[in-house]
């Protein structure tokens, strides 16, 4: 089969904020001007999803403000590689994939792909190098049918959780099943739904009375349902700043997993696995949508290109299509920023092995 030259990884990483993060890499010093030119070129933005899906749908909304900040405009097109959840084409980035450039990866999942499918997974996370990303939220909320209106009341709901989302290994879906085994509430985890959009359906059939969605998808769809008295929110992942998870500023009514479980157990709850690997979660969340290169992209290259991104990703123009299409404001990631999170990551799988282990665990069977 023949593929075009892929091009930018799309991560958006959530970093539960515990130990601070370290230095950045050599290689994600600050972008530098350059006489690098991709004039007459194509470059490639490798999306390892279907076409029509949310990634997909960003990146080519993206593409005309992309090829207006690359060095030397050169056509920039996006090519599909879905397979394995993500996992095949981000080993053909890594393995096969061109290194003159001219081949960015915009992944998602690529953070707990490393860990979670490390049997498929044919490459070394910390070898990506990143030119950028784009934080989200997610926001986990119940049917009111449950009779709670804040997640502090989940121990005493007195009834059965069912938690719905896509797949065991779906990070989004597993950070509240942690969450809700730390707090000791009994629940079952029911998977196999195509969407988000599928999920909010079955939560209407009382079918689920939980789930959780990207902020995205929570401020398009779930708040008309929070206004109709459908459901009521619960908690977010949070974001970064300086190192510690605080609630995302779109969403500063709801409050963060961490900080609940901290109220309800105190400082003692850092110590259990179920946390540590909530905080490992976090560091695959920050850069939910990010692009990187792979290792062997010349050095003057890299440089040049983070510094694209850094122009593209703060263009007003390309912001108020981004807003216009999603809702809100997005919350940009630098080089410098993409490749600390990651290299925080990679130091937490190292540190925490019990956690990534836990993890594994969770996306064989629901627990």
């Avoid at 929070?226 to 974001?239: D, F, I, S």
């Avoid at 009514?253 to 109220?263: A, N």
């Amino acid at each position: 089969m023949q593929w075009q030259k892929p091009l930018a990884a799309f991560v958006f990483v959530w970093v539960i904020g515990f130990p601070a993060l370290p230095p950045a890499s050599a290689q994600s010093a600050k972008p530098k001007a350059s006489a690098v030119s991709f004039a007459g070129k194509t470059v490639t933005i490798l999306i390892p999803y279907s076409v029509g899906g949310s990634a997909d749908i960003m990146a080519r909304m993206m593409v005309p403000y992309m090829a207006k900040h690359f060095p030397g405009n050169p056509t920039v097109i996006v090519n599909n590689m879905p397979g394995g959840g993500g996992i095949i084409g981000e080993n053909w980035v890594y393995n096969v994939g061109t290194k003159d450039g001219t081949l960015i990866g915009q992944f998602s999942t690529i953070f707990t792909d490393a860990i979670l499918q490390d049997d498929k997974a044919k490459f070394e996370l910390g070898k990506f190098r990143w030119l950028g990303g784009v934080r989200e939220t997610a926001v986990g909320f119940v049917h009111t049918n449950l009779g709670i209106k804040r997640a502090e009341d989940l121990p005493k709901v007195g009834k059965k959780i069912f938690l719905g989302d896509n797949s065991l290994q779906s990070p989004r879906g597993m950070f509240p099943r942690l969450f809700l085994k730390i707090l000791g509430v009994d629940h079952k985890f029911i998977g196999g739904y195509g969407s988000s959009g599928d999920q909010r359906a079955a939560l209407r059939r009382g079918e689920l009375n939980m789930t959780s969605d990207s902020f995205s998808g929570y401020s398009q769809a779930v708040v008309p349902m929070v206004k109709e008295g459908v459901v009521v929110p619960l908690a977010q992942e949070g974001t970064l700043e300086d190192g510690k998870v605080v609630r995302d500023p779109k969403l500063l009514d709801v409050p963060t997993y961490s900080e609940i479980l901290l109220k309800l157990k105190g400082e003692r709850v850092r110590r259990e696995p179920e946390f540590r690997a909530m905080e490992l979660l976090l560091n695959a969340a920050i850069v939910r949508r990010g692009w990187a290169y792979v290792e062997g992209v010349p050095n003057e290259i890299f440089s040049a290109m983070a510094a694209a991104f850094e122009k593209f990703l703060k263009d007003t123009e390309m912001q108020k299509t981004f807003e216009k299409a999603v809702g809100f404001e997005p919350q940009i990631v630098t080089a410098a920023e993409a490749q600390k999170i990651a290299d925080a990551f990679v130091d937490l799988t190292k540190k925490y092995p019990q956690a990534v282990q836990l993890l594994k665990e969770y996306a064989r069977k629901a627990g």
